[in-house]
């Protein structure tokens, strides 16, 4: 049995998506998906860190952020990822304050899904604490990892076997990367390739 281990935002959620439009509609930021060109967003809206903060704090106690869905591929290989056998976790660098909404969210839209749902430190903010990602794949002896953070990648390619990079906005043209690094676009290629590898 293989153990796979995902993100969870911009990987199960459009969460940079949700998040601009949250911006745009209360703040007045100019913000788009397409114009997220760092996954630090106070670069991306040229604010301050504490502005930064603020606004993304907002976020998270509104309806934006309480009822945002899963993309629709997520959730169809999801359940083909379990039925192919796999072990299947959650690994998120959110704040500690939202840790219960979010596994509220997984629990209704990923009901018995997650054998468990693991949170780690964030680059971005000391808000979010644990161990690292890579040190909590490879406690809990990860084969494969989907993330969309280049950061968080390259450190996880260390120790899994595949790490299923999602392209977005600020992680395209990346360069040379690992061989154990796969770009993808969505969850269906993810399937594609644990279907050629097994």
């Known amino acids: 049995m293989s153990i796979f281990v995902t993100d969870i935002d911009d990987v199960l959620i ?14 007045n930021i100019s913000s788009s ?10 670069l991306v809206w040229e604010v301050s860190d504490d502005r930064c903060t603020e606004i993304i704090d907002k976020y998270f106690s509104s309806k934006d952020f309480l009822s945002i869905l899963p993309r629709v591929d997520a959730l169809e290989s999801i359940y083909t990822l ?3 056998g796999s072990e ?4 998120t660098s959110r704040h500690d304050e939202i840790r219960q909404q ?14 468990g749902n693991y949170f780690s430190s964030n680059i971005h903010t000391p808000r979010a604490s644990g161990k690292t990602k890579a040190e909590v794949l490879e406690e809990i002896g990860a084969n494969f990892f989907a993330e969309d953070v280049i950061e968080y990648a390259l450190d996880a390619s260390y120790v899994v076997d595949y790490v299923y990079m999602f392209i977005h906005p600020w992680n395209r043209n990346l360069g040379s990367l690992p061989g154990n690094i796969i770009e993808v676009n969505n969850w269906y290629q993810v399937i594609d390739h644990q279907r050629s590898i097994f």
């Not at 459009?14 to 703040?27: C, M, N, P, Q």
């Not at 998906?33 to 106070?42: G, L, P, Q, V, W």
């Not at 299947?88 to 690994?91: A, E, P, R, S």
């Open 14 to 27: 459009d969460f940079v998506g949700s998040l601009s439009t949250f911006a745009e509609r209360e703040y």
């Open 33 to 42: 998906y397409s114009n997220h060109f760092s996954s630090d967003a106070s």
């Open 82 to 84: 379990k039925g192919m």
């Open 88 to 91: 299947l976790y959650t690994l």
């Open 102 to 115: 979010t596994n509220q969210w997984l629990s209704k839209y990923f009901p018995r899904i997650f054998t």
